[in-house]
C-alpha cells in the first residue's frame, strides 16, 4: 500500500488536520525488541531497514548475540511453523512488563486468529527465552541510547497521524454501539520493519478493542533523521487500521465468502503467494482493506483519480478491487438499505461468487494496449558492468510525465546503487521524455540490485507503465 497513493504528490497540500484525533505515535520497547530478534534470525522482512544508521547501530550492538537460544528458536519458529511478517509483532503486544520481566498479558482474550499463528507450547518457550536475550545483551540500555531517533520518529509520524480523519472508520464500517464505545486506537512505530507494515487487534476480557497499526516505512531525511511523507505513510496507516475491521468481518461470514473466494485465489495463487498471502483467506482479507482505503481516499481526496488507485491493486493481482469499490460506494449511498457493513457482507460474497475473470482479462488487455513498455540498459543478471560515475538509463515506449519510481531489489537495501547529483538533482529526463537518466557512483567488483517500479509511472494520457522489473547485476572494474 506505500505505493497506492503517488498521486498525492498533487494535492497533498489539501489535507486537512481532524482536531477530534487522540492517537498517538509511539515507539514500544516490545516490539522493538521482537524485531531485534528476528532480525538477527535473519528474517528477511526484518532485515530491510530504510535507515541505514539505525540499522548500523542495531547490527554493532547485537553482533554478538546472533547465536543466543532466543534467536536460534526464532529461526525454528520461522522454518518450522512459518512465524514471520505480523506474527512477531503481534505476539509482542500480547506481552507485558512486570518489572523488567516479560509476561503473556492475562487480560487478553482469547483471539482464533492469534492463535492460529502461535501454539501455546512454543508461545511459553519462546517467551523464556526472549526474557533471557532481554538481560543477557541488556536490551533496556540500548533502547534508552536510541531515544533521540525514537523521538524525532515519533513527532515526525504524529505529524501525519493528526492528518487522518479517525471518525469515518466509523461511519464506514458502522460497528455496533458496543463495539465503537469499546475501540481504542493506537500506532507502533517499529523502525527496523522498513518497508514491512501490520494491522493488529486486541480483544479483552472486558469487551474492550484496541487496535493497532505498526509501521516501518521510515527513510532518513538529509540529516540522518526519521522522515516520514504523506504520499507513502497516510494511506498506509488506513490500510493497517481498515485490517481490524475488515479481518473479523470476513472471519464471522467465512462460510458464506468461502466458495467464491477459493475459486478466486485458485487463478492467482502464486501471485498472492509471491506477496506473502498464500491463503484464500488472507486474499480476501487484502482485497477488503484495499477496497476501503480506495473508499477513503476518494471519500478525502476527490482529486485523486480512481482509475489510477484500482489500476494499482488490480496490477498485484487484486482482481477483485473494482467490483469491490463499487460496491462498497453503492453501499455509503444506500444506508437505509444496508446500515452497517455486517447487512453488507452477503453483496460482497454475492460479488466474488460471480467475478468472471473473462471479463477481467478482457478489459486488462484492452489497457494493456495503451500502457508503456519499459526497458533498462542495465539487464537483470548482468556482469562485469562499468564501475565509476555512470548512469541508469530506463526507457519507455511512450512519453511519460515526469517523476522517477526506483526501488530496492530483490537483495534489499544493502545493495541500493548509490545516487549522486548533476546540476541539483540525481535523474533527469530526456526532452521527449521517454528517457529517464538516473546519475549512479558504483563501485567495483561490486554486487547491486534494485527495482524500477513501473506501475508508478504514467504516460502523457494517463496510462501506466508495465510491471515492476526487479534488476541485480555485478561491476567489473
Known amino acids: 500500500m506505500k505505493k497506492i497513493l503517488t498521486m498525492l504528490f498533487a ?15 509511539k515507539i514500544d520497547e516490545r516490539t522493538e525488541l521482537l524485531s531485534v530478534i528476528f532480525r538477527l534470525a535473519g528474517n528477511t522482512e526484518y532485515n530491510r531497514c530504510m535507515m541505514p544508521s539505525f540499522a548500523r547501530a542495531t547490527d554493532i550492538y ?14 525454528k519458529l520461522a522454518l518450522e511453523e512459518g512465524i514471520g511478517f505480523d506474527a512477531p509483532m503481534s505476539f509482542a503486544l ?4 512486570d518489572q523488567d520481566t516479560l509476561t503473556l498479558n492475562p487480560d487478553i482474550a482469547e483471539n482464533e486468529e492469534y492463535r492460529d499463528r502461535w501454539k501455546q507450547k512454543s508461545e511459553e518457550q519462546f517467551l523464556r527465552l526472549i526474557n533471557q536475550f532481554y538481560r543477557e545483551t541488556r536490551f533496556h540500555d540500548f533502547f534508552l541510547a536510541q ?24 461511519t464506514f464500517f458502522v460497528p455496533t454501539d458496543i463495539e465503537k464505545n469499546n475501540n481504542s486506537y493506537n500506532l507502533v512505530i517499529s523502525i527496523l520493519n522498513g518497508p514491512c507494515n501490520y494491522g493488529a487487534q486486541l480483544p479483552f476480557n472486558d469487551g474492550t478493542r484496541t487496535m493497532f497499526s505498526i509501521m516501518g516505512c521510515c527513510d532518513a531525511d538529509e540529516n540522518g533523521l526519521p522522515s516520514y511523507t504523506i504520499e507513502s505513510v497516510l494511506p498506509t496507516i488506513i490500510h493497517e487500521f481498515c485490517h481490524s475491521y475488515c479481518n473479523p468481518l470476513n472471519m464471522k461470514y467465512w462460510d458464506m465468502m468461502r466458495p467464491g473466494a477459493e475459486r478466486v485465489f485458485k487463478k492467482v495463487r502464486e501471485e498472492m503467494s509471491r506477496q506473502a498471502y498464500g491463503h484464500p483467506l488472507i486474499m480476501l482479507n487484502e482485497t ?4 476501503s482505503v480506495i473508499c477513503y481516499m476518494m471519500a478525502h481526496y476527490p482529486e485523486i483519480s480512481l482509475k489510477s488507485l484500482i489500476q494499482d491493486e488490480e496490477t498485484n493481482y487484486f482482481v477483485l478491487t473494482q467490483d469491490y469499490v463499487e460496491a462498497l460506494q453503492t453501499m455509503e449511498k444506500s444506508r437505509e438499505q444496508y446500515p452497517d457493513m455486517h447487512s453488507f457482507m452477503p453483496k460482497l460474497a454475492e460479488i466474488i461468487k460471480y467475478f468472471s475473470f473473462r471479463e477481467f482479462h478482457k478489459k486488462q488487455r484492452n489497457e494493456l494496449k495503451n500502457c508503456a513498455k519499459i526497458t ?11 564501475a565509476g560515475e555512470t548512469e541508469i538509463i530506463i526507457s519507455f515506449s511512450k512519453p511519460m510525465r515526469p517523476g522517477i519510481a526506483l526501488g530496492y531489489g530483490k537483495m534489499g537495501a544493502k545493495f541500493y546503487p548509490e545516487l549522486i547529483k548533476k546540476e541539483d538533482s540525481n535523474y533527469q529526463w530526456s526532452e521527449n521524455r521517454q528517457e529517464l537518466h538516473i546519475f549512479v557512483k558504483l563501485k567495483p567488483h561490486t554486487q547491486y540490485s534494485f527495482s524500477i517500479l513501473g506501475i508508478l509511472y504514467y504516460t502523457e494520457d494517463g496510462y501506466k507503465g508495465i510491471g515492476i522489473h526487479y534488476i541485480d547485476f555485478t561491476t567489473g572494474n
Open 376 to 386: 533498462c540498459n542495465i539487464h537483470d543478471g548482468q556482469k562485469n558492468v562499468p
Open 94 to 97: 500480547h506481552l507485558k512488563w
Open 147 to 170: 531515544q533521540e531517533t525514537y523521538l524525532q520518529a515519533e513527532n515526525a509520524m504524529q505529524e501525519i497521524l493528526n492528518k487522518i480523519d479517525f471518525k469515518w472508520f466509523e
Open 288 to 291: 477488503f482493506v484495499r477496497s
Open 62 to 75: 547485537f553482533a554478538d548475540y546472533k547465536e543466543h537460544k532466543a534467536v536460534l528458536f526464532a529461526q
Open 11 to 25: 494535492v497533498a497540500c489539501f489535507v486537512s488536520s481532524f482536531a477530534q484525533n487522540r492517537v498517538s505515535a
